[in-house]
């Protein structure tokens, strides 16, 4: 059994991608269900994000939440979905606002059918600056709606991507099923331009991980988290003391249940590539020491889930490999276990996964077969 403390056998699952599928993302929602996107081509300069859920062990039919021909499609910036507490979806994207390469804007939709139908389409920022906008993540509200956070580009140059022309900035607002925003406000006034984050939903309210980006060039992970409706002074997770005068496209993750917070990173600090994980008992006021839990050769692209019983289930790619391994909140971590092959190279984006049941589904993109699989650990 998984939550025993070992994780078992790793098995092939029949994913509905089609050829040249890419940048998956996986949820579970309160009915016991998996929920899959990902983009696929659709026809000359077309893509579509599709969507399909696993009830049971058996897929849906794949569904289109969209078509263009102006999506931003990414490796390391992609779409993503969540369920809120009223059992609204609601889907993000990115797309284009004008020709320059990183001028994109983060987009936003949602559904009260499972799917079968859409809202029309926003723009998630009110600012209407044709500079960069993504790496969002999305969590459910206590009761209703969802919170989303982003990396910001409004005070950078147009077109520009951190080397110049303004700071990229972090933003945070709220959405509702009619995908109304409130509470947009800025979180951070520096960041590290293309870093995924990460968000958890804590029983005292939301918190943010991040790469921050200092003065000097030392972009650790910081933490924000809202206390009593205001977002407190950003923080480390850890003094990992990483100078590097570029972004490294290596963002961390977030999971949480009631007030424990387990938050996954990668550092190259002292050119000493590693993979970290930290614990924290008090939503996310303080952490505890890190636990290392690579190898010694990995590349990040981490992913974090916190299992029922405490434990956190911390995923990375590490020589060519994606790799899972069970961490106690107290106690010693369990061996780690390859699930899949996979290439450092770029066309493998971010191995995604979710936690249903005693199950670990994983979603990542074969570069090599060009498309999207999928994988679970019983």
Avoid at 81 to 95: N, Y
Avoid at 123 to 132: A, I, N, W
Avoid at 300 to 325: F, H, K, P, Q, T
Avoid at 338 to 348: D, I, L, W, Y
Wanted: with cysteine.
């Amino acid at each position: 059994m998984l939550l025993s403390g070992l994780l078992a056998a790793v098995v092939a699952v029949s994913a509905p991608a089609a050829s040249g599928s890419s940048a998956p993302h996986l949820t579970t929602t309160r009915g016991g269900a998996l929920l899959m996107t990902w983009m696929e081509p659709a026809g000359g300069k077309k893509h579509a994000l599709k969507l399909a859920t696993m009830k049971n062990g058996k897929w849906s039919a794949a569904r289109t939440i969209a078509a263009r021909d102006d999506f931003f499609v990414n490796w390391a910036d992609f779409p993503s979905i969540v369920e809120d507490a009223k059992g609204t979806l609601f889907a993000h994207w990115l797309q284009k606002s004008a020709p320059g390469t990183y001028t994109y804007d983060v987009v936003v939709t949602s559904s009260r059918d499972g799917g079968a139908t859409w809202t029309p389409a926003r723009v998630l920022h009110t600012d209407g600056t044709k500079t960069e906008h993504g790496f969002a993540s999305m969590v459910p509200l206590a009761t209703s709606g969802v919170g989303v956070v982003w990396l910001d580009g409004r005070e950078m140059s147009p077109g520009d991507h951190g080397h110049g022309g303004g700071p990229m900035t972090m933003r945070y607002a709220e959405l509702d099923a009619a995908l109304k925003v409130t509470k947009e406000t800025r979180v951070d006034a520096r960041v590290c331009e293309c870093c995924t984050t990460g968000m958890a939903m804590t029983a005292n309210g939301p918190v943010i991980a991040y790469r921050d980006r200092s003065e000097s060039e030392v972009r650790d992970i910081g933490i924000l988290r809202r206390a009593n409706g205001t977002w407190t002074a950003p923080k480390l997770v850890h003094n990992d003391g990483w100078k590097i005068a570029g972004c490294p496209v290596n963002g961390p993750q977030l999971d949480a249940r009631g007030k424990l917070v387990a938050a996954a990173w990668f550092t190259a600090a002292n050119n000493d590539p590693r993979v970290y994980v930290a614990f924290s008992r008090d939503a996310g006021a303080t952490f505890g020491p890190p636990v290392r839990v690579d190898s010694g050769k990995s590349i990040g692209r981490v992913e974090v889930l916190l299992a029922n019983d405490g434990s956190a289930l911390v995923m990375w790619v590490e020589n060519d490999d994606i790799m899972l391994r069970r961490v106690p909140a107290n106690g010693k971590p369990a061996a780690p276990v390859k699930v899949a092959a996979t290439t450092a190279a770029r066309g493998s984006g971010f191995p995604r996964a979710a936690l249903l049941g005693n199950t670990v589904y994983v979603a990542w993109t074969d570069a090599t077969a060009k498309r999207v699989k999928l994988t679970r650990v019983d």
